[in-house]
């Protein structure tokens, strides 16, 4: 009986991943969604995203995204952002950032990293990859690049 509930509850437990997420919804407007693992949930203010999350917008919304070193990234409306690799280890002078916007509209805002190590900083469209300079910029993909 002890063995099943000791299984019970580690099935109810956060992912062992969890504590190695790499940014949270700030804001969301309208309807935005996170896949993850096949599934998807709906977005929320204060939601962590992890490595290899895709969120997607609706028609007429939007997401703000900050990353544990700053970084700010929003989606707007009618768009698919993938995070590709984020890796941030001050101690170990370990950076990573890349995003791969499917379609739509995001705008890029540098934190730490992009200060940093600007070469660690990709961005990618299905047509044109970015290499950030510490900035702040948007970019698009259309559909069906």
Do not use: W
């Amino acid at each position: 009986m002890l063995g099943i509930v000791i299984v019970a509850l580690c099935s109810l437990a956060p992912p062992a991943f969890a504590d190695d997420h790499v940014a949270l919804f700030k804001n969301v407007t309208g309807q935005v969604s996170v896949l993850r693992n096949g599934s998807a949930v709906e977005a929320r203010p204060g939601m962590e995203l992890f490595k290899l999350d895709e969120v997607v917008s609706a028609v007429g919304s939007s997401g703000g995204i900050v990353f544990v070193d700053g970084t700010l990234l929003t989606l707007g409306s009618s768009s698919e952002v993938v995070i590709r690799n984020y890796v941030f280890e001050p101690k170990e002078s370990q950076y990573a950032f890349s995003a791969y916007l499917r379609r739509g509209t995001a705008i890029y805002s540098s934190g730490k990293i992009g200060k940093l190590s600007p070469e660690s900083v990709i961005v990618e469209t299905p047509k044109a990859v970015v290499g950030v300079r510490g900035t702040r910029f948007i970019f698009t993909a259309e559909p069906g690049e």
